[in-house]
T-cell receptor, first 115, second 114 residues
């Protein structure tokens, strides 16, 4: 398996523009997580899905952020409109939740810079 | 809610020194505990894990023991190498609404000098 695949790896955009981050989880995994990493706040959980259904989005910072998982092999995180304070590394991770805790597999991240 | 606290970094050591990175947790029930490592420009990857009290996880010379009585999961290595320089994250995973949700500490940067 190729692991969790995120695109793009780097994104530079102007304030006010829409940004869409993409994630392909590992095949067979039923849980998907979006995290944001910054020096100030560390690794923050934004939202997670179980069997493609959003379970908890309480970590999403504002209504400007939205996430979807239309099927088991694809998820998006959208920021509209983007702001400079959204600059961070965004990670997607997936895992298999099957009655016991298993490791989360991370993608390589998308480094977002909003200017 | 669940939380993980780990020592602040950076930790700076000379090659072949002994490493300890402290980690304590707060959780309801009995979580599984993990250490992840992040190399520059990459995502987090699992280093080791322990799923119940007194379990010892080990990998690549690193070890950590699940101590329920002290709610701790300290990471140790007897002799570090320059290639161990990275950021280390302690994490717990506990069930929440049908999923096992990883909760991470802030990370501890390790710098090993030759």
């Amino acid at each position: 398996d190729a692991g969790v695949i995120q695109s793009p790896r780097h994104e530079v955009t102007e304030m006010g523009q829409e940004v869409t981050l993409r994630c392909k989880p590992i095949s067979g995994h039923n849980s998907l997580f979006w995290y944001r990493q910054t020096m100030m706040r560390g690794l923050e959980l934004l939202i997670y899905f179980n069997n493609n259904v959003p379970i908890d989005d309480s970590g999403m910072p504002e209504d400007r952020f939205s996430a979807k998982m239309p099927n088991a092999s694809f998820s998006t995180l959208k920021i509209q409109p983007s702001e400079p304070r959204d600059s961070a590394v965004y990670f997607c991770a997936s895992s298999l939740s099957a009655g016991t805790a298993t490791e989360a597999f991370f993608g390589q991240g998308t480094r977002l810079t909003v200017v | 809610g669940d939380s993980v606290t780990q020592m602040e970094g950076p930790v700076t050591l000379s090659e072949e020194a002994f490493l300890t990175i402290n980690c304590t947790y707060t959780a309801t029930g009995y979580p599984s505990l993990f250490w992840y490592v992040q190399y520059p420009g990459e995502g987090l990857q699992l280093l080791l894990k322990a799923t119940k009290a007194d379990d010892k996880g080990s990998n690549k010379g690193f070890e950590a023991t699940y101590r329920k009585e002290t709610t701790s999961f300290h990471l140790e290595k007897g002799s570090v190498q320059v290639s161990d320089s990275a950021v280390y994250f302690c994490a717990l995973s506990a069930p929440r609404r049908g999923s096992y949700i990883p909760t991470f500490g802030r990370g501890t940067s390790l710098i090993v000098h030759p």
